[in-house]
């Protein structure tokens, strides 16, 4: 049976940057990565908006908040030193004109509550009046606004790829094609699928984070939840220029669709939030465009289904189904030593790269 130091487990953007990682601060042990794919990223590393948010969008002092805010500075020097795409575009939050005079004080409440959240989390951002909110994107309609100009768009494959690229070159071992069934300590290290014993293992898997976690005895709980995108098509697709989102309480489940450019000059809605049984359902029963039309038309009216083309899905781990817990980054055994990610989904790309260094942080404690 061959030996390892430490055994990664998952091959996406936290997995990919926890093994980058390791490798530095790790030097000459062997280090493993076990994916069940074909390549890295292609589960929800590979299906997401690629924004690299600032945590404005979580409550002050959670990790969500700490790791997106430290994670998406260090993301940014990575992604701009290895020449991964990236847009510059900013945020623009709104509260919508066209409600009831109930809900629109209720939006202005939300607002209200998010910059008290920026300004103790010390985000950069600007209070946008109507006008403010026109000046920016002329075909919104909005109440007021918020606009975040540190919010960046990245190429989300590149950037993994990146990842496994230096991790692959300063030494770290891939083994794709190669699910995870056994994880069973014995004496101070754990025998992985009967071929490796490793003295560590990080538990990197994402929607399946909570499975891996059971073969070691531990008990988590994760939800599959789908978020769809539909691309925007035809002469609307240069209907805004930039992120634009509904405001939503910090801590709400989901961010609410919204207007999501690539790096490639396509603009997106999404995603949608949708409750899965199954950890791989990514096209059947499909939201329909209606849907996405009646959640923006609030504060882009000029939109239609027509203008609208389904173009993708991704499935992000969930602690609850109707609120949004922190993530879980935790030391659970020592001698062998086992750190668990559960819970990352969003804002899991910004974080990536924080994640990995507080992971490192944690098998410092035991091996």
Not at 26 to 50: D, H, Q, W
Not at 88 to 112: D, H
Not at 324 to 349: E, H, Y
Request: aromatic share 8%; hydrophobic share 40%; charged share 20%.
């Amino acid at each position: 049976m061959e030996k390892a130091d430490i055994a990664i487990l998952g091959g996406g953007v936290v997995g990919n940057a926890t093994a980058l990682e390791a490798s530095v601060v790790f030097p000459n042990r062997r280090i493993i990565v076990y994916e069940k794919n074909s390549t890295v990223g292609l589960e929800a590393s590979g299906r997401n908006s690629g924004v690299l948010h600032t945590g404005f969008h979580h409550p002050a002092g959670s990790l969500k908040e700490k790791l997106a805010n430290q994670g998406s500075k260090i993301v940014r020097k990575y992604v701009q030193i290895r020449k991964v795409p990236i847009l510059q575009c900013g945020m623009l939050v709104v509260v919508p004109t066209f409600s009831s005079i109930g809900s629109a004080f209720s939006n202005l409440g939300i607002l209200k509550s998010l910059c008290l959240n920026g300004k103790r989390q010390n985000v950069n951002f600007i209070v946008l009046g109507k006008k403010g909110v026109k000046k920016l994107e002329p075909n919104v309609e909005a109440l007021a606004g918020l606009f975040l100009p540190d919010v960046a768009v990245i190429d989300f494959v590149a950037y993994v790829k990146a990842l496994f690229y230096d991790a692959k070159s300063r030494g770290v071992e891939f083994f794709f094609d190669t699910k995870v069934e056994q994880v069973v300590p014995d004496g101070d290290e754990f025998v992985i699928n009967d071929k490796f014993r490793a003295k560590a293992v990080v538990n990197c898997a994402g929607i399946y984070a909570d499975a891996i976690a059971s073969l070691c005895g531990l008990k988590y709980q994760q939800y599959p939840v789908r978020g769809e995108y539909y691309q925007i098509i035809g002469p609307k697709k240069k209907i805004v220029s930039r992120l634009v989102n509904p405001a939503v309480p910090p801590g709400n489940s989901s961010k609410g669709i919204h207007f999501s450019p690539r790096t490639d000059g396509k603009m997106f809605l999404g995603p949608s939030y949708k409750i899965l049984g199954d950890k791989e359902n990514y096209e059947g029963d499909k939201t329909p465009p209606e849907i996405f039309v009646k959640s923006v038309r609030s504060f882009v009216p000029d939109i239609g289904v027509d203008d609208l083309r389904w173009a993708s899905s991704g499935i992000r781990a969930k602690l609850s189904t109707d609120s949004d817990p922190d993530f879980i980054i935790r030391l659970d055994m020592t001698r062998p030593a086992l750190v668990n990610n559960i819970g990352i989904g969003s804002p899991g790309l910004s974080a990536s790269m924080a994640i990995a260094e507080m992971n490192c942080r944690l098998l410092k404690e035991s091996i």
